[in-house]
Nanobody, 115 residues
Framework: QVQLVESGGGLVQAGGSLSLSCAAS????????VGWYRQAPGKQRELVAT???????NYADSVKGRFTISRDNAKNTVFLQMNSLKPEDTAVYFC?????????WGQGTQVTVSS
């Protein structure tokens, strides 16, 4: 079992920055890829960024150059640094971990960007 807890969401003005954290506990040795996803009201959940256990990253086109995903393996934590935020970035942000057994989701954290 893996438990994921997101933190760091909040309200920010357009152009501002936020940093999200996803702390994993449990059988963390089984995690190989961690991703951040987001879901805006009335829309489907979409991929924001992923990072593999080896550190390879992947980003949605809409956030490239503005968001950075990173991980601290010693602390079992993945971060999402979000800069130059736009109102369209407003959503609930979820952390997801792929393991050799199954995937796990966190409970989500709200990010609201005001114009």
């Amino acid at each position: 079992q893996v438990q994921l807890v997101e933190s760091g969401g909040g309200l920010v003005q357009a152009g501002g920055s936020l940093s999200l954290s996803c702390a994993a506990s449990g059988t963390t040795f089984s995690i190989y890829t961690v991703g951040w996803y987001r879901q805006a009201p009335g829309k489907q959940r979409e991929l924001v960024a992923t990072i593999t256990s080896g550190g390879s990253t992947n980003y949605a086109d809409s956030v490239k150059g503005r968001f950075t995903i990173s991980r601290d393996n010693a602390k079992n934590t993945v971060f999402l640094q979000m800069n130059s935020l736009k109102p369209e970035d407003t959503a609930v942000y979820f952390c997801h971990a792929d393991t050799v057994y199954r995937g796990y989701w966190g409970q989500g954290t709200q990010v609201t960007v005001s114009s």
